[in-house]
């Protein structure tokens, strides 16, 4: 039973480091988990297992979610370590740490496992449950105000989720079942009148964990107070997990024929996604809220490609895999400058080039992965979009969609050059990095480029199998 | 006997839209309590034993005893008795909380006109009272009135999913999981902790982080 192990492994590697209390062992665990992940997953999609669980299942659509977070984990449990060393991090502190960040994985395995939306709900409320000591970790005034607000937000958000999921079991009457295969194959005795009244509640409700504007406040101050690490899995994984209750929801809604009511309302928030990051990526003083407001934009695009139906799924899939590579090379990188120069206000950082030419040149490329230049994958997939836009006739949105996405390059590009260009500036803490530091970075933006510049046949596969 | 439960518990909010003092606020939420636990017992012809048994400890001793202590203690520690800034006046709040009112009603009439399966009253003080719960969170300053407000929208969603307890009991333990999640956290670890940190608990001090 691969599924079980690969679900139930962490809860193990959970307990190891409740009871022994040791940092070498706790270390040693957040290496191990992903390694684990990742072989099942191979195990599962070489074939070699078919045995599914009645609420946890790998399909086709999932198993690239699923590879992701291992893709993303892998590199995040090494940026931990630099972390640890950096910061010079107690014993005590270190295993909280990676005990948390075990079981935020083991929470996002969950949802992203699930069969069932009141399962796939728990398991994203455990997300919140789990990853709010992580955004506190530094205990800043500044993180218990990022962290009330993250808590509170997602709290609201995820009763929201529950009545989405009231109005669901009342428009499934006659059926009787929460199963997302027993909702889509039996969509027509869905009532459409429950339908629509209980989606908006779980876009909105997901939505906001997806980082979905209007209910994207959390984002910036979570993602710009949370350790490095943790800021990457945040924006590379948790948003792609709620992403996809989300996905799964609106496929019900597409079987029972109401897809002309929800995938505009989802274009709508992506496009709202995008309109937010233009407007503050320009008055943005810190640089990690910046990358947070470009995963806010990112969600937009991939909430966009995706509302465009059948035309758009795969440019969103694309999108929403490379996003995920590219941000966590750019959040690990941002912590290097943190590690380098002590702050995260734009005005006090400068000639990061002259100062650190390995991590000045990872930022300037993670940048270029990220605003989708090519060889980037994200270029191929927002051309995609924008050619759909322009299918569909929606010029108008595809004027939008152009002019966002220009300010927004501008707007980082901005950043980016002012903060690598010129002498060094005096804020240092006379750290340095050095090549293992920057290691999973660079890992993360080779794959990225192979995939722009010749998809390999099995990430191709995998973007390709998410039927939805 | 159960419609004039329901009644009361839409009572309780528009007192609760009105009110500023947090001792009343807690009183009602203990109060609502109360009412959710008298309705779990009416209804039991259509629950099996196990589920109210189940959900009679839930409402009875969480939502009616436990959260109105914590809320107690957490209040006794706090300087400020009331929530003085609210960000409009009274007066308004009135209106808003009738037209919260008819608004719900309208939807509970307008949906049951064309489903005949819902209970107009139940579906409408429900809709009415978690959109009052929304309004208390939005406008009210306070860090704890903000707590308080999500205590009382999740009484109402509670309400909400009794509707469906018989045909799903398996919703309304997720929703009870949802009160277990919000006590942990809340209580446990941040209102305590953002006391000793902030000395007076308004959001005004938590706009450091903003672009």
Redesign the interface.
């Known amino acids: 039973m691969t599924i079980m192990l690969i679900l139930l492994f962490p809860l193990f590697l959970a307990i190891l480091n409740i009871v022994f209390k040791s940092g070498r062992l706790s270390k040693l665990t957040l290496l191990l988990h992903p390694v684990v992940l990742l072989t099942g997953l191979t195990y599962i999609y070489s074939g070699y297992d078919h045995r599914q669980l009645e609420y946890f299942a790998v399909d086709s659509t999932n198993i690239l979610f699923l590879f992701l977070l291992g893709a993303i984990y892998l590199p995040v449990s090494f940026a931990s370590m630099v972390f640890f060393k950096k910061e010079n991090i107690k014993e005590k502190e270190v295993v909280f740490y990676d005990l948390m960040m075990i079981l935020f994985v083991f929470a996002m395995t969950g949802a992203i496992l699930s069969t069932h939306l009141g399962m796939f709900w728990v398991f994203i409320e455990l997300t919140t449950l789990a990853s709010a000591p992580l955004i506190y970790f530094e205990k800043r005034k500044g993180s218990l105000e990022a962290t009330w607000k993250y808590v509170f937000i997602c709290s609201v958000s995820i009763a929201l989720a529950f009545i989405g999921i009231i109005f669901f079991t009342l428009a499934g009457k006659n059926i009787n079942s929460l199963f997302f295969a027993d909702l889509v194959s039996k969509a027509d005795e869905l009532s459409p009148f429950w339908l629509k009244f209980a989606f908006p509640f779980i876009l909105a409700g997901f939505g906001t964990k997806a980082g979905l504007a209007p209910m994207h406040a959390w984002l910036p101050d979570a993602h710009s107070e949370a350790p490095a690490p943790v800021s990457a899995l945040l924006s590379g994984m948790l948003l792609n997990s709620a992403f996809l209750g989300i996905m799964r929801v609106d496929n019900v809604m597409t079987a029972a024929g109401l897809d002309s009511y929800s995938k505009p309302l989802l274009g709508l928030s992506g496009f709202l996604s995008i309109f937010v990051c233009a407007v503050y990526i320009l008055k943005v003083k810190n640089y990690k809220r910046m990358l947070a407001y470009s995963s806010i934009e990112n969600m937009g695009i991939i909430a966009i490609g995706f509302s465009l139906g059948k035309g758009g799924i795969f440019a969103a899939m694309l999108h929403l895999a490379g996003h995920s590579f590219a941000k966590t090379a750019f959040f690990l990188t941002s912590g290097n400058i943190v590690v380098l120069y002590g702050t995260k206000l734009i005005e006090n950082v400068k000639g990061i080039l002259v100062k650190n030419p390995k991590v000045g040149w990872t930022w300037i490329v993670s940048f270029l992965m990220i605003t989708a230049i090519p060889p980037s994958p994200l270029f191929v997939s927002e051309f995609m979009i924008v050619f759909e836009l322009i299918n569909e006739e929606k010029y108008f949105q595809a004027v939008i969609f152009f002019l966002c996405v220009t300010i927004i390059i501008f707007g980082m590009g901005k950043v980016v050059i002012k903060l690598c260009s010129g002498e060094p500036s005096e804020h240092s803490t006379g750290e340095d990095i050095t090549f293992i530091d920057i290691l999973p970075q660079v890992v993360l933006i080779i794959i990225l480029i192979i995939a722009g510049i010749n998809m390999p046949d099995f990430f191709y596969a995998l973007i390709q199998g998410v039927k939805i | 006997m159960k419609d004039f439960l329901l009644i009361l518990f839409g009572l309780t909010m528009v007192y609760l839209a009105l009110t500023s003092r947090y001792k009343a606020y807690i009183q009602m939420i203990g109060v609502q309590g109360l009412i959710l636990f008298l309705l779990v017992i009416s209804d039991y012809e259509s629950l099996d034993l196990s589920s109210i048994i189940f959900l009679s400890f839930e409402t009875l001793f969480f939502k009616a005893l436990l959260i109105p202590f914590l809320l107690f203690t957490v209040l006794k520690k706090s300087p400020v008795t009331r929530d003085s800034g609210a960000d409009i006046p009274q007066f308004y709040s009135i209106v808003v909380e009738t037209m919260i009112f008819i608004a719900g009603f309208w939807i509970a009439s307008w ?1 049951s006109s ?2 005949t ?2 209970k107009p009253l139940f579906f409408g003080i429900s809709i009415a009272t ?1 959109l009052t719960a ?1 309004f208390i ?1 939005v406008t009210r300053k306070r ?1 704890l009135t ?1 707590v308080m407000g ?1 205590m009382i ?2 009484n109402s ?1 509670f309400l ?2 009794l509707s ?1 307890a018989s ?2 009991p ?2 309304v333990n ?2 009870v ?2 009160d277990i ?2 006590a ?3 209580f446990g ?2 209102v305590v ?2 006391q000793s ?2 000395d007076d608990m308004t959001i005004d001090q ?1 706009s ?2 903003r ?1």
Request: aromatic share 16%.
């Open positions: 949906s064309l489903h399966d819902i978690i929304l969170i860090i903000h999500y929208l999740e969603i909400l999913s469906i045909e799903m398996f919703v997720l929703g999981l949802l999640f919000i942990v956290f809340v670890l941040f902790r953002i940190t902030f938590l450091n982080l672009d």
